[in-house]
C-alpha cells in the first residue's frame, strides 16, 4: 500500500506542477488574447490542459488521502484514477500535438 500512496502523492506534486506552469500560461494567453490572433486561437487548447492538470491533482489527491486515511472507498478512488489515466492523456496530447 506504501507504494501505491507514493505514486497517488507523485501525481498529485506532478499534476500541481504542471498545472501551476500551465495555468501561468493560460493567464498570459488571457492578458493578451487581444493583442495577437494566434494568442486568441491557443487560448482554448491552453485552458484545456490546465483543466486536464487540474483533474489529474484532485482525482490523485484524493485517492492518496482516502488511502492514507484508510477509509474503504480508497479502492473505487483508485480505479477512477487508473481510468481517467488514459483519458487525460489523449486529450493532452491531443491538445499538444495540434
Known amino acids: 500500500m506504501r507504494y501505491l500512496l507514493i505514486v497517488d502523492l507523485t ?28 494568442m486568441a486561437a491557443g487560448l482554448p487548447s491552453v485552458l484545456t490542459l490546465t483543466a486536464c492538470f487540474v483533474a489529474l491533482t484532485v482525482l ?29 492523456w489523449q486529450i493532452v496530447y491531443a491538445n499538444l500535438r495540434g
Open 11 to 38: 501525481l498529485a506534486a506532478l499534476g500541481a506542477a504542471f498545472t501551476i506552469a500551465v495555468g501561468f500560461v493560460a493567464l498570459v494567453f488571457v492578458v493578451y488574447r487581444d493583442t495577437s490572433a494566434k
Open 60 to 88: 490523485a489527491g484524493v485517492a492518496g488521502w482516502l488511502l492514507r486515511a484508510k477509509k474503504p472507498s480508497h479502492w473505487a478512488a483508485q480505479a477512477v484514477l487508473a481510468l481517467s489515466l488514459p483519458v487525460l
